[in-house]
């Protein structure tokens, strides 16, 4: 019996005249984010994006300079939906849950890959530019608002400089990913949140 093709190795088909720049751009992420999360960087090339997508490198191009930039925006389009903080009563919870589906997120494909560019990104300039522009910029911003939200709230003390908590969180959790001395568990992520919140000096 046969089985349907995936996204990755059916192209996409064009239609008849110019599509307009947003609707080809949407597409292309789709088809990246795609590669990214069940293939990594490993096979990402322009030439395959542009036949899967049904573009030309041309266009690729002149909206991505490099190949990891084109994988980081694909992938943030493909997890942020994913990675998006709940905003619910309890922060605390909202960041435990945060963390967690970070975690599961970055030991797919794609989430190695990340770790991968945020390697090559030490030595390679216009990555690291790329990787703040299209990737952790708009996380950290993410998370900051969250916290603000929370300290607005009185969950958190007013005098709490909320950036470096989120240095605190995602910091300890990128540390365990690229330095792999410890594994990133469920107990690690939900100890994060619980030694952050009710603190470790003696009561």
Do not use: C
Not at 35 to 48: D, P, V, Y
Request: proline fraction near 4%; avoid cysteine; aromatic fraction near 8%.
């Amino acid at each position: 019996m046969s089985t349907p093709q995936d996204a990755s190795t059916t192209p996409r088909p064009r239609g008849r005249g110019r599509r307009p720049a947003d609707e080809v751009r949407a597409d292309v992420l789709a088809t990246v984010g795609q590669l990214m999360l069940t293939e990594g960087i490993a096979e990402l090339t322009f030439e395959r994006v542009a036949r899967l997508a049904g573009v030309s490198k041309t266009t690729l191009y002149k909206w991505w300079p490099s190949r990891g930039a084109l994988a980081l925006d694909g992938y943030f389009h493909a997890v942020e939906n994913t990675l998006a903080f709940d905003d619910t009563v309890d922060v605390r919870e909202d960041l435990r849950h945060q963390l967690h589906s970070f975690a599961d997120v970055m030991t797919t494909p794609g989430g190695r890959a990340l770790l991968q560019l945020i390697g090559e990104s030490q030595t390679d300039h216009d990555l690291a530019s790329a990787y703040r522009a299209l990737y952790s910029s708009g996380r950290r911003e993410l998370a900051y608002q969250r916290l603000r939200h929370a300290q607005r709230d009185g969950q958190i003390r007013d005098e709490v400089d909320v950036r470096v908590l989120v240095d605190q969180l995602w910091g300890a959790v990128y540390h365990r990913l690229l330095i792999r001395d410890e594994p990133v568990t469920p107990a690690f992520l939900d100890a994060l949140v619980d030694n952050l919140f009710d603190g470790i000096a003696p009561r």
